[in-house]
């Protein structure tokens, strides 16, 4: 199987709460930074043949050293991010579509992943590729634990509460059949048209594609606020426990 991941990493973390120029994909956890143990995850993938990554260009010298550093070979790529999430993986998408112009390379599937997401498992990016060829689309998930409420007309007051077992909270790495992916990018460019996730772009432009659940369990978590620092820092101490 040929995946290429795109890791999303350009955020600048405003509910992290950090000083001006700091970046929650370098805070530590476990000893190492967010984004170390994502390239560790995609390295180690079957599936995966090469890495892009969106950053902020300050960060491009320490993510170049540090998989020098680490055997970091499938990183490809280091790309400046856009103004959005999405601008970042369109500016990642024409890069490797350059590339596989210039050398002709097998592009199957395409992965996009949140920078900080430290905690997907190498099987589980395996699996997600798989489906996503299978199916053309596959989205990583888990069941919420609280209990949903739509808020009302008036925004002070809430509405219906939302059935619980129809829903599913969201993760990444999304993946796509290549061509899907590109496409959709491309239709959203041209339309200026934004999206909170690569699937929302795919449901969009292409309403008839079924976007296949692959459900995992609450380890995925991404690092958003400060009190996410604890809960990932016990995570990777249960991981590495099992491991």
């Not at 120029?21 to 370098?26: A, I, N």
């Not at 959005?84 to 395409?110: F, H, P, W």
Request: net charge negative.
């Amino acid at each position: 199987m040929h995946a290429i991941a795109i890791i999303a990493a350009s955020g600048i973390g405003k509910r992290m709460q950090l000083k001006e120029g700091e970046s929650k994909q370098l805070l530590e956890v476990g000893g190492f930074p967010v984004i170390y143990h994502t390239l560790k995850a995609f390295q180690m993938a079957a599936s995966v043949q090469a890495i892009y990554i969106a950053t902020r260009l300050e960060n491009r010298r320490i993510l170049e050293e540090m998989a020098e550093a680490s055997g970091f070979s499938k990183l490809k790529a280091i790309i400046e991010g856009g103004n959005e999430r999405q601008d970042s993986v369109y500016n990642c998408i024409r890069a490797l579509e350059k590339e596989r112009c210039t050398t002709g390379s097998l592009v199957e599937t395409i992965l996009v992943h949140d920078g900080a997401r430290p905690f997907i498992s190498p099987e589980e990016i395996d699996e997600i590729s798989r489906l996503a060829m299978l199916y053309g689309a596959c989205v990583p998930a888990n069941r919420p634990k609280d209990t949903i409420k739509l808020v009302g007309d008036n925004p002070d007051f809430f509405g219906k509460t939302l059935d619980r077992s129809k829903l599913l909270q969201v993760q990444t790495p999304q993946g796509f059949r290549s061509e899907l992916l590109i496409q959709a990018h491309e239709q959203a460019g041209l339309e200026g048209w934004y999206a909170t996730d690569d699937a929302a772009l795919v449901e969009r432009f292409f309403p008839q594609q079924p976007v296949k659940i692959f459900e995992t369990g609450y380890h995925n978590i991404k690092i958003t606020t400060p009190e996410d620092i604890p809960v990932a820092e016990a995570i990777f101490r249960q991981i590495s426990a099992r491991s």
